[in-house]
């Protein structure tokens, strides 16, 4: 159990630095720390800017290629390592393919990619990130807490100081406790979540818009 504990704090801090080590030493000049670890902290409720925020070095936004490398140099691999996905993005140029997510995993860790075209639609298929899941293996309480406090100590505390979950427009949840109003991020909301041991953040306006364009240039202009 040791050993995997060990693993497991080593990841976290490739993953997260080592401001996820709550019982160390900051010897590091504040200049130099990550600038996520000093973020004020907001009153519950209150939304959170998280359009800088990555997982495991990828954002929102980033394009395939850029994703693919922060990808391989994280976990030290060839790009040509990384799997992607069987299903395909076909924008409504019909001009070119494009794989709709890609993911690597060993046995201590994991992550997956996924993309949405890029708008204004391109003949090349550019697509950019919408989504990024990163999870620890195995899934354990002590692994679970693991993320948890890691989590914390990169993004600062959430919409609630119980509850994991970032987001710029959070919503009552509808139910209060000892400190007042329960706060939650809307699921069409961009967000970023940690469940049990994984780590993920998505923005599905990013989808919806790609679906109004292609909504839009694909209306028929009847000549009849």
């Given amino acids: 159990m040791h050993k995997v504990k060990t693993g497991v704090t080593v990841l976290l801090i490739a993953l997260f630095g080592t401001g996820c080590l709550t019982n160390q030493p900051q010897s590091t000049p504040p200049s130099a720390r990550d600038k996520t670890v000093t973020r004020a902290q907001p009153p519950a409720g209150e939304g959170i ?6 997982v495991a070095g990828i954002k929102i ?8 490398k ?13 799997k992607f996905g069987k299903t395909g993005i076909v924008n409504m140029t019909r001009v070119k393919e494009h794989p709709s997510f890609f993911s690597y995993a060993n046995n201590k860790e994991s992550i997956v990619v996924h993309f949405t075209p890029a ?3 391109t003949d090349n298929m550019d697509v950019i990130v919408h989504s990024v899941g990163y999870s620890v293996s195995p899934n354990t309480k002590e692994n679970q807490a693991e993320v948890a406090k890691a989590a914390l ?5 959430g919409v609630n100081s119980f509850t994991p979950e970032w987001c710029p427009r959070p919503i009552k949840y509808g139910l209060k406790n ?11 909301d961009i967000a970023l979540r940690v469940q049990s041991s994984s780590v993920t953040m998505s923005d599905p306006g ?6 109004d364009y292609a909504n839009k240039i694909a209306k028929a202009q009847p000549k009849f």
């Fill in 70 to 82: 922060i990808v391989a140099r994280h976990f030290s691999i060839s790009p040509q390592k990384i």
């Fill in 49 to 54: 800017d998280i359009s800088g925020y990555d």
């Fill in 178 to 188: 000892e400190f007042g109003d329960i706060y939650t991020c809307w699921h069409n």
């Fill in 206 to 211: 990013l989808i919806a818009l790609a679906n």
């Fill in 119 to 121: 708008v204004p639609f």
């Fill in 153 to 157: 100590a990169k993004y600062g505390r």
């Fill in 61 to 68: 936004g980033m394009s395939f290629d850029q994703a693919r």
